[in-house]
């Protein structure tokens, strides 16, 4: 029979094996910004907007609010439609007016989260054409400071700096932004709630900032599109812009319709200090 002291010593080290386990699990959760992250998805949006506009309206009468405005682009109903996102982040850049002369002549809408320094500062007349063609403009911070990372006055000052300057170039005050790398926590979630700005994640990315193949980037996209989805592009790489007519013609031959963020939530509103997927 063994000892009292040999069973003792084979759990402790078990237990010291599966601490060890645990500790590496937490450490790769961490750094992987995915602790405790919670998404809302746009159909749940519409869903829970649609139910309350059904219970009642200020004139007494049903209805589905499920309208949409899209700028000067038209309306859309995602409830019924087969919706999708197309979104870029980053810009803009000396890329973005060939971007927006085929958003143009495709009548396709986006949603823009823009950088500041070096961005919004060297190309304000794109920030304001944006905004003028129907498109959303949103934030991508100043600086592209990881957010995870900085302290609290450090993260307030990387997302109230372009909310003012895409203000003042469009006289919109962003209500939505990207974390840079996508990576957030209960603090910026806070301080975004403070501010007024919900979080914007995506469904479908490209890994363009690792190629300029046109054609693959292209794949990808379609390969990983659904509907609802939010399409996450940089229209900063020189492979991106030209894979957009591509990717808008063979998705709208699959029947989906382009929408801004908005739209892809509307009845619903996106909700400050959220996050949606």
Not at 52 to 65: E, I, L, P, S
Not at 190 to 211: F, N, Q
Request: net charge neutral.
């Amino acid at each position: 029979m063994p000892s009292l002291t040999r069973k003792m010593t084979k759990t402790g080290t078990r237990l010291r094996v599966l601490a060890t386990f645990a500790a590496a699990a937490s450490l790769t959760l961490a750094l992987s910004g995915c602790t405790k992250l919670e998404t809302e998805s746009p159909s749940s949006v519409r869903n829970a907007a649609g139910t309350r506009a059904a219970r009642t309206d200020d004139a007494g009468a049903r209805t589905d609010g499920t309208q949409a405005r899209a700028g000067g682009l038209g309306t859309v109903d995602c409830a019924h439609a087969k919706c999708i996102a197309l979104t870029f982040d980053a810009g803009p850049s000396e890329n973005s007016a060939r971007l927006l002369d085929i958003l143009k002549e495709k009548q396709v809408p986006a949603t823009f989260f823009l950088l500041g320094k070096r961005h919004i500062d060297t190309y304000p007349e794109l920030v304001r054409r944006m905004a003028d063609e129907g498109h959303e403009v949103a934030s991508h911070t100043w600086t592209h400071k990881i957010l995870t990372d900085a302290e609290p006055d450090e993260i307030r000052e990387e997302l109230e700096r372009p909310n003012k300057e895409i203000e003042r170039l469009t006289g919109e005050r962003p209500a939505l932004m990207r974390p840079p790398q996508g990576r957030t926590d209960d603090t910026v979630h806070r301080i975004s709630r403070e501010l007024g700005l919900a979080e914007v994640l995506w469904t479908v990315t490209a890994k363009d900032y690792k190629t300029n193949d046109s054609d693959l980037i292209t794949e990808r996209v379609l390969d990983q599109s659904s509907r609802d989805g939010i399409i996450l592009l940089h229209d900063i790489y020189d492979g991106t812009v030209p894979a957009v007519p591509g990717i808008i013609d063979a998705l709208k031959k699959r029947g989906y319709v382009f929408v801004t963020v908005p739209q892809l939530l509307a009845p619903g509103k996106a909700e400050p200090g959220k996050v949606y997927r």
